[in-house]
């Protein structure tokens, strides 16, 4: 009978191999009960385990983040339908913390605030995943702001310039122009994808909080028409969507621009707008049962905003460079900007600026009113050309619209202060600008440089934006190598200026106006503008 032997090594390796195949019949999980639901929010008993943020799954798949953990329940925002939702269902953990996809595959699309695809050109391919609740950059992790986000509007881009990586409220009213000056911003930015430079490239983002389809189709429509949604994404939480979409919205765009900016390249946000985050974030709050403040709105609803606006920055070298502007927008009620929303995201800001409703409809679009509006920042990062030209303008206009005040009374004015409000009048129509329609920047130097000069003071007002447009085109026709320098060197030369200069004169031979009046080169405009008159002027009303 031969002796059965058994190795103890052989023992060891069935065990281990028994050990590594072996699956569990059964799982563990933590489940909990709904006790509560209705308005877009869930109460759920159980999960003591769940963390903030975390996402819940209900039954048939739904999907809800975990904003209240009280000691018996968790109060849980809806992310969706949930007509479906009934006491008793019950909720499981998942363990993770809302994320959304991100990458290259997200230009030229519109999503929704879970990072889904909503246009009907098929699923998006991401290149990875993105938490919504990311720590912004530390103080030792930015740069200061140094490079400009040109915006192609004039008033904006001479007078509160804005640098990448810079946050830049626009506030105003409703209807007063708001979205306009933002969907400009990222069609002036066409110019810059087309180069093909990657330092010079703008990836834009358009979120889209609280509005209606049709004006999101609309604002969708414009971009395309302007060749702009190869380098955007809109993101669509529209009205008709639940308040927690709304919550979510802007933080899932940031989410999709923080992915370029720590990979070094430049992003531009617009958040279209954030009074309706506040709104959305105050209902949900409400039904939370959150204690009240002011104007109803919980007592972290700054917090909701600055962790948001402070992921806006220009990094530091060694993470790359990148930056991500934002372009915040708040809507005001009867131009009331000391209220508790505006006044919080001023603060958050870098400077505003402020569209006035008078303006507006005064016919002077876009309507920035440039005594309250500021860039705290921008003027570092504006380029050395626009700043020469510049310097002045705001000087002049504000001059001229405490003398347009006191004109209104009737009262007789001297020769320098006539010349002045028809020097402001000019500016003023010097600045209007069409809808969709930004300048490049040359163009805006130029025109700027014309007017602070006084090279329009004897074209007739009505007159002014033609005689602008078509010196415009005789110099990229005759005097192109002009706008070329300025593009290329962002700088106004002596040379440059007697070549504008002598371009002035030569078109201004040529221009007639809308009476069919030439306009005489030399000859001095009726009531020219004497700078020693002016200070004479303006020291004789500051002694009387």
């Known amino acids: 009978m031969t002796e059965l032997t058994i190795r103890p090594e052989d023992i060891r390796d069935a065990i281990a191999r028994n050990v590594e195949s072996y699956a569990p019949g059964t799982t563990r999980e933590e489940v909990g009960r709904v006790v509560e ?13 769940a963390m903030t943020n975390e996402l819940l799954e209900f039954e048939g798949g739904l999907l809800g983040i975990a904003l209240n953990l009280d000691v018996r329940e968790i109060g849980t925002v809806l992310l969706g339908d949930g007509s479906r939702i009934e006491e008793g269902q019950t909720v499981r953990r998942t363990g993770e913390i809302l994320s959304v996809p991100v990458g290259d595959g997200y230009l030229g699309r519109v999503v929704d605030p879970l990072g889904n695809p909503i246009d009907g050109q098929g699923p998006i391919e991401s290149e990875g995943r993105r938490a919504l609740e990311l720590q912004a950059p530390t103080v030792v992790q930015r740069q200061p702001v140094k490079e400009p986000m040109l915006t192609g509007i004039k008033a904006i881009d001479a007078m509160t310039a804005i640098g990448r990586g810079q946050r830049q409220l626009i506030i105003g009213d409703r ?24 330092k ?21 429509g414009a971009l395309e028409d302007a060749g702009a949604m190869a380098y955007t994404t809109i993101v669509a939480a529209p009205a008709s969507d639940p308040a927690g979409f709304k919550y979510l919205a802007p933080y899932t765009g940031s989410a999709i621009g923080q992915h370029w900016m720590y990979q070094g390249q430049h992003v531009l946000i617009i958040f279209d707008d954030l009074s309706k985050q506040a709104e959305a974030y105050r209902a949900v709050s409400l ?16 917090y909701l905003h600055s962790r948001l606006l402070e992921r806006c920055a220009k990094l530091s070298d060694e993470l790359g460079g990148g930056s991500m502007t934002g372009l915040p927008i708040i809507e005001t009620k009867a131009n009331d900007v000391s209220a508790y929303i505006p006044t919080n995201v001023i603060s958050i ?20 009113n440039v005594g309250i509006s500021v860039s705290r920042v921008g003027g570092s990062a504006q380029p050395k050309a626009m700043k020469s030209v510049a310097g002045r303008l705001r000087l002049d206009l504000a001059q001229f619209r405490e003398l347009e005040a006191f004109a209104a009374f009737g009262s007789d004015l001297d020769a320098a202060s006539k010349a002045q409000l028809e020097r402001g009048s000019r500016l003023v129509e010097l600045l209007k600008q069409a809808q969709y329609q930004p300048f490049p920047m040359e163009q805006e130097v130029v025109s700027v440089w014309s007017g602070t000069t006084g090279k329009l003071d004897d074209v007739p007002i009505e007159d002014v934006r033609r005689f602008e ?66 200070e004479h002027a303006t020291i004789t009303r500051v002694k009387g």
Not at 37 to 49: F, K, M, N, P
């Open 175 to 198: 209807q007063t122009g708001k979205t306009a000056v933002a969907i400009d911003t990222i069609i002036n930015q066409k110019g810059n994808w087309e180069s093909g430079d990657p």
């Open 349 to 368: 800001t870098d400077g505003q600026c402020f569209l006035e409703s008078d303006l507006f409809n005064s016919g002077v679009r876009p309507a920035i």
């Open 200 to 220: 010079k490239q703008v990836k834009c983002i358009y979120v889209a909080i609280g509005q209606k389809g049709s004006t999101i189709a609309s604002v969708k």
């Open 469 to 534: 447009r078509e010196f415009l085109d005789y110099l990229a026709r005759d005097k192109a190598e002009v706008l070329a320098t300025i593009r290329e060197t962002a700088t106004l030369s002596d040379d440059s200026v007697r070549l504008l200069e002598a371009a002035v004169e030569s078109f201004k031979r040529q221009f007639t106006t809308a009476a069919g009046k030439p306009l005489f080169v030399g000859e001095a405009p009726a009531e020219a503008l004497d700078e020693a008159a002016v």
């Open 37 to 49: 639901t209705g308005d877009g929010i869930a109460r759920v008993e159980g999960l003591h385990s």
């Open 287 to 302: 039904l939370l049962r959150r204690p009240p403040g002011r104007e109803a709105y919980p007592g972290d609803v700054f």
